[in-house]
């Protein structure tokens, strides 16, 4: 059976799971396919993240940042994407486990693996040792509803670019779909109203009492992520690891 969404993130490594943060966010449903193999799990400390002053483990953050992705309101699966359709609607994505999904938007952040898009009239391929799609700098393609974030849109190689590159095309998705958007922002009560504006789209005034909570309830899952040191060891370059 087909699966419909209006967004289809492949690949939820770092770029992927940030573009869904906004897309969800925004009320568009959406899906992360990823078939868990981010390219930041081989790190050893990630140290250049901005509001990490001693770094944090890579690991850590690639699994917060897919349970941000949740709370958002993101679907996510573990599976490998095959190939990707395009006619005048929108998409048609397939799984290696035979699973469909229709979408009226792609966003593809696999890194350097492109396959599976290689049967779409219009996207264009770059070739330099590793292999990139061919987009502007908002990640569109020559493929209206087909965007490409991260590393595979040729994004500098730092997990910081490459999120904020996610997060860039999946504002510009928001855009073109005509979805009422403004900053999303969080503001205190009042910071719009009491200049009798109102609460732009995409946007949420809260008072004190639900400012309060929210942050208690921040502080207490950030104390139960850093509790103890994360568990997991670096995945080794295959060459090393003996596995090339
Ligand atoms: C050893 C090492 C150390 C690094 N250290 C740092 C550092 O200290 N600081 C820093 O800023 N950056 C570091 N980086 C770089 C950082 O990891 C990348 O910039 C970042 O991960 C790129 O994000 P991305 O989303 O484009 O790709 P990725 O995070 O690699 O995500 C791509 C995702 O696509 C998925 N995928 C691929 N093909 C498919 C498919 N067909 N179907 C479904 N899913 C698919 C993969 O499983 C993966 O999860 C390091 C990289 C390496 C290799």
Known sequence: MTETRDVVIVGG??????????????GLETTVLDSGESILRRNAHLENVPGFPAGVNARLYLDMLGD????????????????????????????????DFWADYVIAATKNTVDYLRGIEGVGFVDRGKTFVDCNEYGET???????????AEKAYQTVVCAGHGAEVATRLLDEDERPFYHDWTVPED??????????????????????????????LMQEYFAEPYGEEPVQHPSVAGDD
Do not use: M, N
């Open 13 to 26: 490594g770092v770029a992927g799971l940030t573009a869904g943060v906004f897309t969800a966010r925004h």
């Open 68 to 99: 941000q992705a949740e709370r958002a309101g993101c679907e996510r699966e573990l599976a490998e994407v095959t190939s990707v359709a395009a006619d005048d609607e929108g998409f048609v994505v397939e799984t290696a486990a035979g699973a």
């Open 142 to 152: 020559g493929v209206d509803g087909l965007y490409v974030a991260g590393r595979l």
């Open 191 to 220: 910071y719009f109203t009491g200049r009798g504006r109102d609460v732009p789209p995409g946007c949420e005034e809260i008072d004190a009492a639900e400012r309060r909570r929210r942050e208690a309830e921040s502080v207490e």
